[in-house]
């Protein structure tokens, strides 16, 4: 996921990666070319993926060319941080290598040929400077000699506390698929988030993706068709509790962050019945359908099915009696979001994958939408899911409607409405093996 939230963040807050960067996915270090260090410090705000941003003050295949580099960097943009009435020190991080302390040293002292003119000071320096090595992604073959070297002036850390800090274990509403916090973050990343905006989730269920939004300051507001997770009633998701408490629902969430005052409200309705007026509303649309394994797929039925469900029922809200196909789910989101979204707003969702079927073809689309990015999460050997992006890119029109019924793909994708059978066959057909094994 780094790659294409480090994409999106740049495209928010400007920036580029540098001409000079081959963009391996899985790289430890990239080269960004960023207008200006506010614009620095404001990606890293957000970033749940990055560690840490710097000035480059030079690079190299080797120590040789990196000392090169750095005697070509311009002199007049080091000095303001060498100055004689300033403290400074040195880190060296060396990816997929340990060394010793006199090995540190010794690279350390190469650098002497920089005009550092103020005081070393180890606990509370006003300026930090990084060597920083790459030793290839292989614990199993490490190098002698880097890969690459770079150097430079630290500016700022990312976001990677905030995993710990919103982590669902601590959280006071949860369900049995509330989105793990770093996910919920890349999410709203992805969908390019920002302060005023309106975020909408049509699957809401305990809200863990409008907490994220909320962080970065958007509005957020959410449906589901459950009555007890809306209103926090029923049986309780955690282990030694039977019943949910008075304070387990979406506006304590966001309250026990401090995030009540962006939280419009949640609503029971039918995602395939949208309750909204026309027009564009929303600037993100933040979503994690349900799949079938641990909630079910479903939406209201005919008004035949909701009178004989109302027969049965002591209850007064809304029945629900038909199932809800994932093809379906997926086309009604996308011609959702396609009407309600604001031009250039993002849809970002989850869509589960039968991996031996997968192809980019079955991917759901619409004319007014783009694909921006598709990044996969692993959920067994079998099955995945992958995270999508599209952004709003033409006015949706009457003729939009029903235009995924006269499109090739979704046909193929008709298959994955048994997503749950074959979800569990992997399952099944695991189980039936480790005991086999076992009897060997």
């Not at 890293?44 to 960097?73: D, P, Q």
């Not at 409405?417 to 076992?438: L, M, P, Q």
Request: glycine fraction near 6%; charged fraction near 25%.
């Amino acid at each position: 996921f780094s790659l294409q939230e480090i994409t999106s963040l740049l495209s928010l807050y400007g920036g580029q990666f540098s001409s000079e960067q081959e963009i391996c996915v899985n790289s430890p270090f990239w080269i960004l070319s960023i207008p200006s260090e506010e614009m620095a410090r404001g990606l890293m705000k957000r970033t749940v993926c990055a560690k840490s941003i710097f000035e480059l003050w030079g690079h190299g295949r080797s120590a040789e060319e990196l000392y090169g580099s750095l005697k070509n960097y311009p002199m007049d943009e080091m000095l303001p941080y060498l100055q004689s009435d300033s403290t400074y020190k040195v880190h060296i991080h060396t990816f997929n290598k340990t060394l010793t302390q006199a090995q540190k040293i010794k690279k350390i002292d190469a650098l002497e040929f920089l005009p550092f003119k103020g005081k070393v000071n180890l606990k509370n320096p006003e300026h930090i400077f990084w060597i920083l090595e790459d030793y290839g992604m292989d614990p199993n073959n490490v190098p002698e000699e880097p890969f690459h070297l770079y150097f430079g002036r630290w500016i700022a850390d990312g976001q990677r506390e905030l995993i710990e800090s919103y982590s669902v274990k601590k959280r006071h509403f949860i369900g049995n698929t509330s989105m793990d916090a770093c996910l919920s973050f890349i999410m709203a990343n992805h969908g390019r988030v920002k302060p005023n905006d309106v975020v909408y989730d049509p699957f809401v269920g305990t809200g863990g993706l409008l907490i994220s939004s909320a962080h970065f300051g958007a509005y957020v507001y959410g449906t589901d068709i459950d009555y007890n997770t809306i209103h926090g009633l029923g049986k309780a998701s955690r282990k030694n509790q039977k019943w949910r408490g008075p304070d387990e629902n979406i506006r304590a969430n966001l309250r026990q962050y401090g995030l009540e005052k962006y939280y419009l409200d949640a609503l029971v309705s039918d995602s395939s019945r949208p309750i909204w007026r026309k027009g564009m509303l929303f600037d993100a649309i933040i979503t994690d359908p349900p799949y079938g394994i641990r909630e079910a797929t479903r939406r209201m039925g005919s008004q035949k099915e909701t009178v004989k469900s109302a027969e049965r029922s002591t209850e007064n809200h809304v029945f629900v009696s038909s199932s809800y196909h994932l093809s379906d789910i997926f086309f009604d989101l996308l011609k959702f979001a396609a009407e309600y979204l604001v031009m250039g707003g993002r849809l970002v969702y989850w869509l589960p994958i039968y991996r031996p079927e997968y192809t980019e073809e079955i991917i759901p689309r619409h004319p007014c939408l783009k694909l921006i990015s598709n990044c996969e999460q692993m959920l067994s050997s079998h099955t995945s899911r992958r995270l999508i992006t599209m952004e709003k890119v033409k006015e949706y029109q009457d003729q939009d409607q029903n235009s995924y019924l006269l499109d090739d793909q979704y046909m193929p994708y008709r298959g994955h409405n048994s997503f749950r059978e074959k979800y569990f066959s992997g399952v099944t057909k695991r189980i039936a093996k480790e005991e086999k094994d076992n009897q060997k």
